[in-house]
Structure formats: structure tokens, C-alpha cells
């Protein structure tokens, strides 16, 4: 019984992380790429990397990709240690960036001026990690791909 357990929770868990990490850079990505859900689109974006964050134009491009095109990887499993590892980068870079000078938990009470700590990006970063390791499980594209 017990080894079934094993079994059926290391076939589901992957999925079970592709599926709202991949949900979460898809819509994020898209906010940057296409300007949905009141994204700033590529221009913006563009401009608020550089003028705020100091992120040249070249990096700003790879963080988009890394996450929209990292979000559909994830979720569909193709290439799925490499989607992973795009979305990892990007949180490394905000949680440095951004997050960090606001400390460890988020703005619950939305106060003004007082950005988001490192809580929610640190769990992304760590999720996209746990990809990174386990590759996107028994229901990937991937599995197809490299029959393995």
C-alpha cells in the first residue's frame, strides 16, 4: 500500500507544481509581452526595467521569455527542466531586485509604499527549482520527446 502511495504521488507531483507554476508565468509573461490583465506590454515594460531597475534591454527580453514562453513550457511539460530554469533565473533576479530591501513577508495590508518581500517569489524560485531537478514527471510532453 505504502509503495503504491509513493508510486501514484511521484507520477502526480510534478504535475501537481506544473500546473499553478505554469498558469502563474503564463499571465505574468503575458502582462510584460502582450499588456493583458493591465500589463504594461513590451514597450513598458521595457522602459520600466531599464529607467527603474537598471536592466538593460537585451535581459529584460530574456526575462519575458523566460517567463511566458517558461510558463508554457511548465505547464505542458515541453522542455520542461529548461522552462524551469528560465523561471528560476528571473525570480533570482527579483528577489534581488526588488523584493529583497522590502524583507521576508508580502504587503498583506497593501500598504502604500511598502512593496512585497521575498515570501511569494521565494516559493516560486523554489517550485520552479523542484522542476528543475525532478523534470516534469509522468504527464509531460517531454516523456514523448526523449522517451524517457
Known amino acids: 500500500m505504502a509503495r503504491a502511495g509513493f508510486t501514484l ?13 505554469g498558469l ?9 509581452l502582450l499588456g493583458l490583465f493591465g500589463g504594461s506590454g513590451l514597450t513598458g515594460t521595457f522602459a520600466t526595467f531599464e529607467q527603474k531597475l537598471g536592466i538593460p534591454p537585451i535581459f529584460t527580453l530574456l526575462a519575458i521569455i523566460a517567463e511566458f514562453g517558461g510558463g508554457i513550457g511548465v505547464l505542458t511539460g515541453l522542455l520542461t527542466r529548461f522552462s524551469a530554469a528560465g523561471i528560476a533565473s528571473v525570480m533570482a533576479v ?3 531586485k526588488v523584493h529583497w530591501a522590502n ?5 498583506s495590508s497593501c500598504l ?3 512593496g512585497n ?26 516523456r514523448f520527446i526523449f522517451k524517457g
Open 117 to 142: 518581500g521575498i515570501e511569494y517569489t521565494l516559493a516560486l524560485l523554489g517550485m520552479a527549482l523542484y522542476l528543475v531537478v525532478s523534470g516534469g514527471g509522468r504527464w509531460c510532453i517531454d
Open 9 to 21: 504521488s511521484d507520477a502526480i507531483a510534478p504535475l501537481m507544481i506544473r500546473i499553478p507554476l
Open 24 to 32: 502563474i508565468f503564463m499571465a505574468h509573461g503575458s502582462q510584460k
Open 103 to 107: 524583507g521576508f513577508f508580502l504587503n
Open 112 to 114: 502604500p509604499g511598502h
Open 94 to 96: 527579483a528577489i534581488d
